[in-house]
């Protein structure tokens, strides 16, 4: 890793920095969740992206390396990011070239082959899904040939690989697994891992998103609190997302994200790039900006970093914000191609 002088912070038209960035490495997912890749609509006749259209490894390291002195964290999603292959390959390339913390978003079923490589190329956090401990519940979310023993499993490795506090995130919906809440809540209670809800998103235009689907945050917090009493805790950093309530008892943490309710647009400071190439200041973007052909035609690294520095000056983004003033439908992109 060369060392030169750290880059000025890129701040957007709103004044936020440039912080995180996400990158989708798939398409592909091995669920079908309702919510996000709903089987009517990427059943066989799919066409997922090819082969040859995905960055490499050595491009997408390439194009992080020259935004290290920007960010404070990389976090690889997908689709389901452990089927790209070799994914632990480019967590060891990542690493190397940029010394940079990552996460990984994942369902979790392909941890127990995955997780040890993981930790050893130097992955420093895992985020695993797990939507409902139902048997029942999950399978009719999750719509695949995986059960909740699998993601347990998943996470089983996650600890013997050294992870710790992995969070797993739950999305809430509404006559779908809200009944699930408390039962992950009392699993998860004094595990070490952090169980974060999170508020149904209109993600995407295919899973028929309405706003009577969401079970709010203060709704999720009232019926743990319920059963299992709670109080607030500081939010450790602006730009966190989530957030975290501790047991009275002492038995550890559960956080919401209210990303519907409570948008946190105003410390946004994510730009995601699609396994094709495409850069989106927001995850409800409806047009992206190419690097794939600027880094495959041979730009030079101050080119590269003026088109992200451009593009990042320009962002107005705050979706969430306005989500309820906006005229609807606009096509927004689907969470499987952009990451969550
Ligand atoms: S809606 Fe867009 S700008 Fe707002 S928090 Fe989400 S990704 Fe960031």
Redesign the pocket.
Known sequence: MSSGPPAPTFQDALGRPLGDLRLSVTDRCNFRCRYCMPREKFGPEHQFLPRAELLSFEELAHFVRLFRGQLSKVRLTGGEPLLRKDLPALVRLLKRDTGLPLALTTNGVLLPRFAAELADAGLDRLTVSLDALDEAVFRRVTDADYGVSDVLSGLAAAERAGFSRVKVNCVVRRGHNESEVVALARHFRGSGHVLRFIEYMDVGSTNGWSAADVVSAAEIVALIDRELPLEPVERALPTDVAARYRYRDGSGEVGVIA?VTQ???GS?S?LRLSADGQLYT???ATSGTDVRGPLRSGASDDELVDLVRQLWERRV?????QRTQLVMPRRRLEMSYLGG
């Open positions: 990303s948008p946190f647009c946004c994510r927001c995850l409800f983004d705050r979706y969430s914000e």
